[in-house]
């Protein structure tokens, strides 16, 4: 992976304007301004999971299409602001560490106990939100999508981009905007 994400012209629901913007290796790209819903779904519009009404989303020069989300989509994890009872994932008040294990994925990126422990106090973050972004991160994968990151991650999310990944967030958090490389208004 050469570490870039682009969006070109790109409009998702909900969005009055074009968003066009280069999230690269090594840094923090904060999404921020209209609403938390536009920034969801263009968040999810990265994933493959949210329509683009117009323009395109690539990964290292590759068109995310029909033919190549779900090759894509392996790059990313994803941090939702909350989970809801839908999917995969059907309880969360808030799941045991037996059940992050059990979720398919997490058991693929071989999470162990110690490590989830470890990595949740590493985010800095209240337990929900610091468990699934734990959890995201073990996964391991170059692209890291964080919608309404806890201010407590910051420098977590930093640490993440020294790390070598591309991390791109959704938030109008100071401390958040503060540790961002790039912040992309929307």
């Keep these: 992976m050469n570490g870039m994400l682009e969006l070109n012209d790109v409009v998702v629901e909900g969005a009055s304007k074009t968003v066009s913007m280069m999230a690269k290796e090594g840094e923090v790209t904060c999404l921020t301004g209209d609403s938390r819903e536009v920034r969801s779904h263009l968040l999810l519009a990265m994933l493959g999971l949210s329509p683009v009404r117009s323009g395109f989303i690539s990964i290292d020069g590759e068109p995310l299409n029909r033919q190549t989300v779900k090759t894509l989509r392996r790059m990313m994890a ?13 309880v969360y008040e808030p799941p045991t560490v037996q059940e992050v294990f059990e ?5 693929d ?3 162990s106990n110690g490590l989830l422990e470890e990595e949740i106090r590493r985010t ?7 468990q699934l972004l734990a959890v995201a991160v073990l996964r391991k994968r170059p ?5 309404q990151p806890h201010v407590l991650s910051a420098d977590y999310l930093r640490q993440q981009a020294r790390d070598g990944h591309i991390v791109i967030v959704s938030s109008d958090d100071e401390e958040i905007l503060r540790v961002s490389d790039n912040v992309i208004e929307l």
Aim: aromatic share 6%; net charge negative; no cysteine.
């Design 143 to 147: 692209i890291l999508l964080v919608d």
């Design 78 to 90: 994803y941090v939702p602001e909350e989970l809801v009872a839908d999917g995969e994932v059907t």
């Design 109 to 111: 990126a071989a999470i």
């Design 124 to 130: 800095m973050a209240p337990r929900k939100k610091a």
């Design 103 to 107: 979720w398919k994925e997490n058991r």
